[in-house]
Each structure stands twice: as structure tokens, then as C-alpha cells.
């Protein structure tokens, strides 16, 4: 499809020529046939793949102006997607040079030329093209997000949140997210206290932001403020049920009494599917002799929502409910072989650009959004 728009662009440019020059007078005619001429030659280089002879007839041969702005734009804008940043540089450039530019014009292609150069991983560059561009209401707020962005690159959170924080968006739009986000990173560096402060400021730019849950619940068993723990674990199972098998490894520190632990996971496991929610409620039965319950629970799951893991806690439960030594033992050995294979499945997949690995990365190390690296949910996931 890209190399269809390749082909198409020339063609687009031609005709954006041609419709813009007819109203020229007469006397221009013989100019006209020459660029006309040029850019037919360019054309024929882009469809014979030799795409620098190209861009050169382009920029040497087609003027810019109101009705050639846009190809330039959208060829460069291609190169750049297609990971021939080179050539996007040069046409932007170029473009940033045209003193016949309108002023958004202008803005636009210095701007296009900062993203070709965050690209090349030209940080140093973009950033000195885009912190004159803050002072300029019109293009501030791009500017901000690419800046934030280069700072992001370098762990500067400082810096990646101060240049996006005065973006005005509503609650829980992406940008938010980002800001919520880097709040927790932030607040990873202070002491507990201001770490609650900063966390809970990350909550009133995103609700659903799971790493400022966490880290609060963190903060306040360390605190032994219990109530508080208390309080946001069950605020955190409605607010972010995809993320509960992060929460079960907390809930013994939170909910200390078996009981009331056991209370708990039951009221969540009737609307989350979560094999690490039932293998908990499972864990803390199987502690009260109560084998039996223990295996209705995990088959009730396995029901509703088979996963490997779930198969591999009915397997030594089984085991445990067993009398013959040998049977026994060959459902641990297979227990444990399950085991050992789903850990070598990954556990975290990206719901923005489908990245899996086994480590949890609150930003997505190949998309950079932030909160979308998920647990698993399903036959080889939670
Ligand atoms: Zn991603």
C-alpha cells in the first residue's frame, strides 16, 4: 500500500500543478511546459525506484507553494514512514528554508523536521528546532509532546513531565495517562510521604492508573496504615481488574487475616477472571483442610476460563487428594513440568502494539505508551 501511495503522490503533484497553473496567463506557458517536462522526468525516476534523483527533481524543479506544500508534506511524511528518514530530512528541510512559506506552513515543516530527527535519534537537534517553537501558541502543544518524548528517551522525568504538563486534556485521554505516569515515575525517587502526595496527584490526572494504585497500596503497608491498604485494594480490583494478578502477591501484607482474605478475593472473583485470584482463594482453603472447596474452586474457574496455570493448581490438588503414592507422584512431576513451561511463556503483552515478554514495563518498550503492558489474560496468561 505504501508503494502505492508512492506512485500516486507524483501523480497527485502533477495534477495539483497542472489545476494551479491554468489560471497563469499565456506568457508562462513555455516556463510551465518546462517544470511540467522536470516533473514528468520525476515521476519516471519514481517509478523506476531511484528515489534520491527524484526528490532532487522535486525540490530543484517543483515550486513550493500553496498547492505543492501538501505533496512535499506528504512525501516527506512517507519517507519518514517508511524508515528513509534521510530523504524525509531532506525535503523537510528544504521545505523549512522557502521564504514563501506561509507562517503554519513554516511551523509545520520545522516540526516534521524535528520528528525525522527523533527518529534518527538526532535528539540534540529536534530539541533545538522545538524550544523556540513554545513561545508559539499555535504549534506549542506538538512541540511539547515531541520534547517530552526526547526527555522520556534520556529518563529525564523531570523534564518529560514539565513539558507536557501544561497540555490541557481531559481525564484519561493518552496524554493524561503519560502524565500519571510519569508522576509515579517521580515519585519512585522520594520519601514515603511525598511519595503519597505525588501518587495521589497521578490519580487525579488518570483514575484507572494501576502503577499509582500499586505503589500507594505499597506505601501504605509500609506505613501499616491498614485501613488505607484496605481500602484502595478493593478500590483497585473495580478500577483495574485487568491488572489484579499484580495486586494477589500484596493482598497476604494487606489482608492479613486469612478470613477476611479469603472474603475479599471471593467478592472479586465472581466478576474478574483471574487464575491468580482462584489459585489464592485455593492456596488459603487448602491451609484450612478444606482440599475439597479448594478443587470445586479451581474447576469452577477452569470452567469458565481455562488456563494452563489453573490446569497445573487442579493437578496438585488433585495430588493432595490422592491416597496411592505413585499416582500422587506423577501429578507433582506433571504439576511441576506445566510449571516450568508456562514460565517460560511470556506474561505481559502490550494491548497498543501486541509486544509480549515476561517483564512488566509500565511504558511499552517498543511503543512508548504508557499502562498499556498488561498481565495475560487467558489459556497461557492469567
Ligand atoms: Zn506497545
Given at each position: 500500500?505504501?508503494?502505492?501511495?508512492?506512485?500516486?503522490?507524483?501523480?497527485?503533484?502533477?495534477?495539483?500543478?497542472?489545476?494551479?497553473?491554468?489560471?497563469?496567463?499565456?506568457?508562462?506557458?513555455?516556463?510551465?511546459?518546462?517544470?511540467?517536462?522536470?516533473?514528468?522526468?520525476?515521476?519516471?525516476?519514481?517509478?523506476?525506484?531511484?528515489?534520491?534523483?527524484?526528490?532532487?527533481?522535486?525540490?530543484?524543479?517543483?515550486?513550493?507553494?500553496?498547492?505543492?506544500?501538501?505533496?512535499?508534506?506528504?512525501?516527506?511524511?512517507?519517507?519518514?514512514?517508511?524508515?528513509?528518514?534521510?530523504?524525509?530530512?531532506?525535503?523537510?528541510?528544504?521545505?523549512?528554508?522557502?521564504?514563501?512559506?506561509?507562517?503554519?506552513?513554516?511551523?509545520?515543516?520545522?516540526?516534521?523536521?524535528?520528528?525525522?530527527?527523533?527518529?534518527?535519534?538526532?535528539?540534540?537537534?529536534?530539541?533545538?528546532?522545538?524550544?523556540?517553537?513554545?513561545?508559539?501558541?499555535?504549534?506549542?502543544?506538538?512541540?511539547?509532546?515531541?520534547?517530552?518524548?526526547?526527555?522520556?528517551?534520556?529518563?529525564?522525568?523531570?523534564?518529560?513531565?514539565?513539558?507536557?504538563?501544561?497540555?490541557?486534556?481531559?481525564?484519561?485521554?493518552?496524554?493524561?495517562?503519560?502524565?500519571?505516569?510519569?508522576?509515579?515515575?517521580?515519585?519512585?525517587?522520594?520519601?514515603?510521604?511525598?511519595?503519597?502526595?505525588?501518587?495521589?496527584?497521578?490519580?487525579?490526572?488518570?483514575?484507572?492508573?494501576?502503577?499509582?494504585?500499586?505503589?500507594?497500596?505499597?506505601?501504605?503497608?509500609?506505613?501499616?496504615?491498614?485501613?488505607?491498604?484496605?481500602?484502595?485494594?478493593?478500590?483497585?480490583?473495580?478500577?483495574?481488574?485487568?491488572?489484579i494478578a499484580?495486586?494477589v502477591p500484596?493482598l497476604a501484607?494487606?489482608?492479613?487475616?486469612d478470613a477476611?482474605r479469603l472474603d475479599?478475593l471471593i467478592?472479586i472473583s465472581g466478576?474478574i477472571k483471574s487464575t491468580s485470584v482462584v489459585a489464592a482463594i485455593a492456596d488459603i482453603m487448602e491451609r484450612q483442610d478444606r482440599v475439597g472447596d479448594a478443587r470445586k474452586s479451581v474447576l469452577g474457574m477452569l470452567d469458565k476460563h481455562a488456563t494452563i496455570s489453573g490446569f497445573a493448581q487442579l493437578l496438585k490438588l488433585n495430588a493432595k487428594k490422592t491416597d496411592a503414592p505413585e499416582a500422587q507422584q506423577m501429578m507433582l512431576n506433571l504439576e511441576k513440568m506445566v510449571v516450568n513451561k508456562v514460565k517460560q511463556l511470556p506474561s505481559y503483552?502490550?494491548?497498543?502494539?501486541?509486544?509480549q515478554?515476561s517483564?512488566?514495563?509500565?511504558?511499552?518498550?517498543?511503543?512508548?505508551?504508557?499502562?498499556?503492558?498488561?498481565p495475560i489474560i487467558g489459556l497461557t496468561g492469567d
Amino acid at each position: 500500500m505504501p508503494e502505492l501511495l508512492f506512485l500516486l503522490l507524483p501523480v497527485a503533484a502533477l495534477y495539483g500543478y497542472v489545476m494551479g497553473r491554468n489560471s497563469y496567463r499565456q506568457s508562462q506557458l513555455k516556463q510551465h511546459e518546462k517544470i511540467n517536462q522536470d516533473f514528468l522526468s520525476g515521476l519516471n525516476l519514481f517509478l523506476s525506484n531511484q528515489r534520491d534523483k527524484a526528490i532532487n527533481v522535486l525540490i530543484e524543479n517543483l515550486e513550493v507553494n500553496n498547492e505543492t506544500f501538501t505533496t512535499h508534506i506528504a512525501l516527506g511524511k512517507l519517507f519518514r514512514a517508511k524508515g528513509e528518514n534521510d530523504r524525509a530530512i531532506k525535503i523537510h528541510q528544504f521545505l523549512a528554508q522557502q521564504d514563501v512559506l506561509t507562517p503554519e506552513q513554516r511551523r509545520q515543516s520545522i516540526i516534521q523536521l524535528a520528528r525525522d530527527y527523533v527518529d534518527c535519534a538526532l535528539y540534540d537537534r529536534a530539541e533545538k528546532l522545538l524550544l523556540p517553537l513554545l513561545e508559539d501558541k499555535a504549534c506549542a502543544r506538538e512541540a511539547r509532546l515531541i520534547l517530552s518524548r526526547i526527555y522520556q528517551t534520556f529518563k529525564d522525568w523531570q523534564q518529560a513531565f514539565d513539558a507536557i504538563e501544561p497540555i490541557e486534556t481531559q481525564d484519561g485521554e493518552p496524554y493524561q495517562v503519560t502524565k500519571a505516569y510519569l508522576l509515579c515515575e517521580l515519585a519512585s525517587e522520594k520519601a514515603t510521604h511525598e511519595k503519597i502526595a505525588m501518587l495521589k496527584q497521578a490519580l487525579s490526572y488518570d483514575k484507572k492508573c494501576a502503577r499509582a494504585y500499586l505503589d500507594l497500596i505499597d506505601c501504605y503497608i509500609e506505613l501499616r496504615e491498614s485501613e488505607q491498604a484496605n481500602q484502595l485494594s478493593r478500590v483497585f480490583a473495580d478500577t483495574c481488574p485487568d491488572f489484579i494478578a499484580l495486586l494477589v502477591p500484596r493482598l497476604a501484607a494487606v489482608f492479613p487475616d486469612d478470613a477476611i482474605r479469603l472474603d475479599f478475593l471471593i467478592s472479586i472473583s465472581g466478576q474478574i477472571k483471574s487464575t491468580s485470584v482462584v489459585a489464592a482463594i485455593a492456596d488459603i482453603m487448602e491451609r484450612q483442610d478444606r482440599v475439597g472447596d479448594a478443587r470445586k474452586s479451581v474447576l469452577g474457574m477452569l470452567d469458565k476460563h481455562a488456563t494452563i496455570s489453573g490446569f497445573a493448581q487442579l493437578l496438585k490438588l488433585n495430588a493432595k487428594k490422592t491416597d496411592a503414592p505413585e499416582a500422587q507422584q506423577m501429578m507433582l512431576n506433571l504439576e511441576k513440568m506445566v510449571v516450568n513451561k508456562v514460565k517460560q511463556l511470556p506474561s505481559y503483552e502490550c494491548e497498543q502494539c501486541g509486544y509480549q515478554g515476561s517483564l512488566l514495563f509500565w511504558q511499552c518498550p517498543r511503543c512508548k505508551h504508557w499502562g498499556s503492558v498488561k498481565p495475560i489474560i487467558g489459556l497461557t496468561g492469567d
